[in-house]
């Protein structure tokens, strides 16, 4: 699976961006879809996932309520909706895809990263 992520960039506190990424190749379609991010010399976390026909998602709890992800099965896209940005959520966020990625929060396939900074 290759992925190929755009949005990102500089927004106040309270702001709102969109990230969005599409998946391509073989397994793209099945595969389960979502975000990760990763300050400066901390570990990736998760943000975000939704399965492979949009049934489920799951989000960490840091983004519950103010985050959405969504997915659109033509184009095989998946896209972060972020509203009401806090500088904390100031990061590198990567779109990611596998079969374990929903539930166990591990993805086997990464996008390249994509800068979301939010001043306070």
Sequence with gaps: VQLQASGGGLVQAGGSLRLSCTASGRGASTSSLGWFRQAPGKKREFVAGINWD?????????VKGRFIISRDKATNTVDLQMNSLKPEDTDRYYCAA???????RRAQYWGQGTLVTVSS
């Excluded at 596998?98 to 166990?104: E, N, Q, T």
């Design 54 to 62: 949009s049934t489920s998602t799951n989000y960490a709890d840091s």
């Design 98 to 104: 596998g079969g374990a990625l929903l539930y166990s």
